[in-house]
C-alpha cells in the first residue's frame, strides 16, 4: 500500500479553491496505483474524517513530530491488520507538510539540516530509514498547476515505460576519478562532462536531452539555482534552470551531489534545478537539502556512495525509486560502521539531508 | 591530550598538495571518541565496535564563484591516533 500523506488546511489556505483541482489529481493518482496493482490511502492529517478508518485523531500540520507520530501509528495499525506499507508520498513542499529540522551533526555553517528521515523511520533513530518515501513537492508561487503536472507525471509513468535512455554525468573537473567512480554502474565512457571545461554556455542540449539517467557531481550555493564547476580556484557555471529549457528530460532519474541541490524552500520554479527538472517531467529526483559531502576520488563515501548505491538499485535491482534511495541509506551507515567503526558527522548529514522528489513507488519498467 | 604537532603539520602538507586552495587554512582540529548506538546497529543487523578516537581537521573557507556567489567550501581529514588517515572529504 502506498500512504499518501498531505494537509487539508495548509492546501486550502495556499491555493483556495484549486484545492479542489488537486483533490481530483491526487485520487486520479490512486486510481494510477489500483492499476498498477498497488492499493492506496490518502491521509489528510489535519482531517478528522480521512483519519477515522485508522482511528485515529488529527494533528497539527505545522509539528512534523506529530506527523511522524501519525504516521507511524497508521504503520503499527496495517501491520497489526496484516497489511503491508509499502510506500510513503508526501504531497507538498515545505509549507503544506513541514520537513523535520536537525540539529546540523556536521561542522560546516548550516544550522539545520531539513530532512524527511524521522517520516521514513519507524522509530526514533532516524538515522536508518525503514520506510520506502518521496515527496511530491510544491513551489513558491500559489498556482497549483505545478503540483498538478508533477501529479500527472506520477500517474503517467505508473502505466508506461520511460522513452528516456543512456545517461549524461557532469563532474566538477576536480572530481572527475570520484565521479567516474559512480557514474561508472548507469553508463561507460562515453557522455561524461567535466567543468571546466564546461561551463553553462557551452553545454550541450543533447547531452540530458532524451536521457534516463541524469548524475550531476558539481557545487551548488543555497541562494542560487545554479550548479557550479571547480578547475582549481576557478568555480564556473555548469548548469543551471536555462539549460533545461533546450532539453527534453521528462521520464528521467536524476542524482545530484550538488550542495543545496535538492532546496526548495522558498524557491520557484526557476530558482532550483529540482523544481526545473521535476515540472520538466523527470520522473524522480534525488539531491541534498544543505551542503553535501564527498571524496575526491575512490572509494565512495558520503554522497558518492548514495549515488553509486542509488543508482544501481533503481537500474541492476529495479527497485521502486523510494526502495532504492533507503537500501542506499542503510548500505552507506553499514559500509561506514564496517570501515571506521561508526559515523561522524559528515555520515550523518549525508543520510539526513538526501531526499527524494517524485512518487517513490514508481521504477524504470 | 592535545593532538601532536607532526600530526598537523603533516595534515596540513597533505592537505595543501592535494587541495592548493586550502595551502593557507588554518584547521581547527576536534578529538573525539565515536561509538555507534547500540540501538542503530540492531537496526542494521550488525555488530556493535567499540569506540574509537579519532581526530578531525577541519578546513573552511568561502571562495566567489562565477557570476559572484558564495560557495562554502570545507575539507576534511580524519585520522585515528597514530595519525593514520581513516577518511578525506570535502564538499
Known sequence: ?365 | MAVPKELIDKVKKEMAEGSPEMADVEPTVDIKELSMASTTTKKLGIEKLEAKKVYTFTFKKTVTAEGGAKLPIVSRVTTDEDGNVIKKTGN
Open chain 1, 1 to 365: 500500500m502506498e500512504l499518501i500523506v498531505t494537509s487539508k488546511g495548509k492546501l486550502k489556505q495556499k491555493y483556495g479553491g484549486d484545492f479542489s483541482r488537486l483533490e481530483t489529481k491526487i485520487k486520479a493518482l490512486q486510481t494510477a496505483l489500483k492499476a498498477d496493482k498497488l492499493d492506496s490511502a490518502i491521509v489528510y492529517v489535519d482531517d478528522a474524517a480521512s483519519l477515522k478508518p485508522f482511528n485515529l485523531k488529527p494533528v497539527n500540520p505545522e509539528k512534523p513530530g506529530e506527523i511522524k507520530g501519525l504516521i507511524d501509528q497508521i504503520h503499527k495499525k496495517l501491520t497489526a491488520q496484516k497489511k503491508q506499507l509499502d510506500h510513503v508520498l508526501i504531497i507538498g513542499g515545505d509549507t503544506i507538510i513541514p520537513f523535520h529540522r536537525l540539529k546540523n551533526p556536521a561542522d560546516d555553517q548550516d544550522a539545520d539540516v531539513p530532512t524527511d528521515n524521522p517520516y521514513a523511520s519507524t522509530d526514533e533513530d532516524i538515522l536508518i530509514p525503514e520506510r520506502s518515501l518521496g515527496r511530491i513537492p510544491d513551489c513558491k508561487s500559489a498556482d497549483a498547476s505545478f503540483m498538478i503536472s508533477l501529479l500527472d507525471t506520477a500517474i503517467f509513468y505508473h502505466g508506461k515505460k520511460s522513452s528516456a535512455s543512456k545517461s549524461c554525468c557532469t563532474s566538477a573537473e576536480v572530481w572527475t576519478e570520484a565521479s567516474r567512480a559512480v557514474c561508472t554502474v548507469v553508463t561507460g565512457a562515453g557522455n561524461f562532462h567535466q567543468s571546466l571545461p564546461v561551463t553553462f554556455t557551452n553545454f550541450n542540449s543533447s547531452w540530458t536531452n532524451g536521457k534516463l539517467y541524469q548524475y550531476f557531481n558539481l557545487h551548488g550555493a543555497e541562494d542560487q539555482p545554479n550548479w557550479y564547476g571547480q578547475t582549481a580556484s576557478a568555480y564556473p557555471i555548469a548548469f543551471n534552470p536555462e539549460n533545461l529549457d533546450k532539453s527534453k528530460v521528462e521520464g528521467s532519474v536524476v542524482f545530484t551531489e550538488a550542495c543545496y541541490g535538492a532546496n526548495i524552500i522558498d524557491k520557484d520554479i526557476n530558482d532550483a534545478l529540482s523544481l526545473k527538472y521535476l515540472k520538466s517531467k523527470a520522473m524522480c529526483f534525488v539531491g541534498a537539502t544543505k551542503i553535501a559531502y564527498g571524496p575526491d576520488k575512490p572509494p565512495s563515501t558520503e554522497a558518492d556512495l548514495i549515488g553509486v548505491k542509488f543508482l544501481g538499485n533503481v537500474k541492476n535491482y529495479k527497485m521502486t525509486f523510494g526502495e532504492s534511495l533507503m537500501k542506499a541509506k542503510q548500505h552507506l551507515a553499514k559500509e561506514m560502521i564496517g570501515r571506521q567503526g561508526h559515523l561522524d558527522g559528515d555520515d550523518q548529514k549525508t543520510l539526513l539531508e538526501f531526499v527524494l522528489y517524485g512518487d517513490p513507488s514508481l521504477k524504470l519498467r
